[in-house]
T-cell receptor
Framework: GQSLEQPSEVTAVEGAIVQINCTYQTSGFYGLSWYQQHDGGAPTFLSYNALDGLEETGRFSSFLSRSDSYGYLLLQELQMKDSASYFCAVNLSGGYNKLIFGAGTRLAVHP | DVKVTQSSRYLVKRTGEKVFLECVQDMDHENMFWYRQDPGLGLRLIYFSYDVKMKEKGDIPEGYSVSREKKERFSLILESASTNQTSMYLC????????????FGNGTRLTVT
C-alpha cells in the first residue's frame, strides 16, 4: 500500500521558523513534492526533491532523505499569509507523473 | 500562466443522478487528473489520463468514470451519485514529465442529498 504521514496541525508565530515533516511508504518512488493550499483555494506547487539534500526557494526550503523515506518543508521568517495547509506528495515511479498526497498539515501563524 | 478551469464551483445533486464534472486546461498538457479532497484524508486520486482517450485508475475509482475526447478537456462522471460522494473535487493538469508540477483548478464542491 501507499502511505504518507505528516502532522495534522502546526502553530507558530510571525517571524519564526517552522518545519513540517513527511514520512512515506510507497511502492515506487521518484521524488517528493510540496503543495500549499489556502482556504477556499487551489493547491499550488511549492517545491520538488528527487535527490537527497536541501532545495531552497526564497523563504521556503525542502529536504529529502531517500534512505530514511523522509522529507520536510522548512518555512522561515513566517508571515501571516503563510497560514495555509501544506501537502507532501510522492511522485511515483513508472511514468505519467502520478502523485500520491498526504493528508496535509494545517499551519496557523499568529502575530 | 496555466489555467485549469472547472465548470462549476458548487453543485447539488440528488442520490441516483448522473453527474458530470468538467475540466478544461489551456496549456496543452498531456496529463490530466481528478482528485477528491476530504478533511483529514488529503487529496485522493480518482483517475488520470495521459493522452486523449487514454485513462488509468487511481486509488479510488469505484463509482466514477472519466472521458477525455479532446486533449484540453477531462470529464469526471458519477454514474449514480451517492451521498458518500459528497466532496470537493479537484482537477489538475501537468506536462508528461515526472517532475512537472501539477496545476490545479479551484475545485467543485459537490453535495449529494
Amino acid at each position: 500500500g501507499q502511505s504518507l504521514e505528516q502532522p495534522s496541525e502546526v502553530t507558530a508565530v510571525e517571524g519564526a521558523i517552522v518545519q513540517i515533516n513527511c514520512t512515506y511508504q510507497t511502492s515506487g518512488f521518484y521524488g517528493l513534492s510540496w503543495y500549499q493550499q489556502h482556504d477556499g483555494g487551489a493547491p499550488t506547487f511549492l517545491s520538488y526533491n528527487a535527490l537527497d539534500g536541501l532545495e531552497e526557494t526564497g523563504r521556503f526550503s525542502s529536504f529529502l532523505s531517500r534512505s530514511d523515506s523522509y522529507g520536510y518543508l522548512l518555512l522561515q521568517e513566517l508571515q501571516m499569509k503563510d497560514s495555509a495547509s501544506y501537502f507532501c506528495a510522492v511522485n511515483l515511479s513508472g511514468g505519467y507523473n502520478k502523485l500520491i498526497f498526504g493528508a496535509g498539515t494545517r499551519l496557523a501563524v499568529h502575530p | 500562466d496555466v489555467k485549469v478551469t472547472q465548470s462549476s464551483r458548487y453543485l447539488v445533486k440528488r442520490t441516483g443522478e448522473k453527474v458530470f464534472l468538467e475540466c478544461v486546461q489551456d496549456m496543452d498538457h498531456e496529463n490530466m487528473f481528478w482528485y477528491r479532497q476530504d478533511p483529514g484524508l488529503g487529496l485522493r486520486l480518482i483517475y488520470f489520463s495521459y493522452d486523449v482517450k487514454m485513462k488509468e485508475k487511481g486509488d479510488i475509482p469505484e463509482g466514477y468514470s472519466v472521458s477525455r475526447e479532446k486533449k484540453e478537456r477531462f470529464s469526471l462522471i458519477l454514474e449514480s451519485a451517492s451521498t458518500n460522494q459528497t466532496s470537493m473535487y479537484l482537477c489538475a493538469s501537468s506536462l508528461q514529465v515526472r517532475d512537472s508540477p501539477l496545476h490545479f483548478g479551484n475545485g467543485t464542491r459537490l453535495t449529494v442529498t
